[in-house]
């Protein structure tokens, strides 16, 4: 009995260095990925050629760190690009970058609730995309449905997979408090908090064009103003001036709807 058992754990243990290994290895860019990511990403479509090329490579690198499962469906190499797409935008502006939080991520079909059920109608399923704690720890969920439509329409300044990667950049210092640490520098601090919190009100009060969603706390409201700056930068810059210079200097991107560009 004894020997079962210890087969078994070896089996599981080459089972996971043996995906680790995979993982790491970097896959070269399909090229026919460069058509789907003109026709589904119009980020990816306003960069120069030069630049396409290092987002390309981005994606790569990132597909190699993380694992992606679907629940209930085949995956598509849509779905992966969408994903990928997702985390590297919010990250671009810097040289390198790895999500060093994420181990996997989940994509269901459709929405869901907070206890992962999905399928059947009612509001208690209109979940798109969380950030896991406890047993979810490392890992994100995403619903397929919410990841397209942020990418296929461009005008509502939202997008659920960039939504929930920037609620990861914020996770990085262990506190999802609105405050990204990894990305403001110390001096901007106390000015990017004054300002969370004169949107929020406003927000709140509806005065604001910002989501109402982005109102429900400081968290909620960095990742809302980031779908926003990466959406439609342009109608953000004329609306929101100074969110706008605060999310520049976040991201390290100055970011107009034809042109995005490292700061």
């Not at 970097?26 to 990511?37: A, N, T």
């Not at 960039?162 to 210092?173: M, T, W």
């Not at 969110?243 to 520049?248: F, H, R, S, T």
């Amino acid at each position: 009995m004894s020997y079962v058992i210890l087969l078994s754990v070896i089996l599981l243990l080459v089972v996971h260095f043996y995906r680790k290994a995979q993982r790491q290895k970097v896959q070269p860019f399909p090229k026919h990925w460069h058509s789907l990511l003109l026709d589904n990403v119009l980020y990816y479509r306003n960069l120069s050629k030069e630049r396409q090329v290092a987002f390309q490579q981005r994606m790569m690198q990132f597909l190699s760190e993380v694992y992606i499962d679907g629940v209930q469906l085949e995956l598509q190499e849509l779905d992966k690009i969408l994903i990928a797409a997702s985390a590297v935008i919010p990250v671009f502006g810097f040289k390198e970058w790895h999500y060093t939080n994420l181990s996997g991520i989940l994509l269901y079909p459709d929405n869901f609730n907070e206890d992962m059920q999905f399928g059947s109608k009612g509001n208690s399923r209109n979940i798109g995309g969380i950030v896991g704690n406890g047993r979810f720890q490392k890992q994100m969920i995403l619903s397929k449905k919410a990841l397209y439509h942020g990418f296929k329409n461009t005008t509502d300044k939202s997008n659920t997979g960039i939504h929930e990667f920037v609620h990861l950049i914020d996770k990085l210092d262990e506190r999802t408090d609105g405050v990204p640490e990894r990305l403001l520098e110390h001096q901007y601090a106390i000015p990017w908090l004054n300002l969370i919190h004169k949107e929020i009100e406003a927000i709140n009060d509806n005065h604001s064009d910002i989501r109402k969603y982005g109102g429900t706390n400081q968290a909620e409201f960095f990742a809302v103003a980031s779908e926003y700056f990466f959406e439609r930068p342009d109608l953000l810059k004329k609306k929101h001036p100074e969110l706008y210079k605060m999310l520049v200097k976040c991201f390290n991107q100055r970011l107009t709807n034809t042109n995005p560009i490292k700061n």
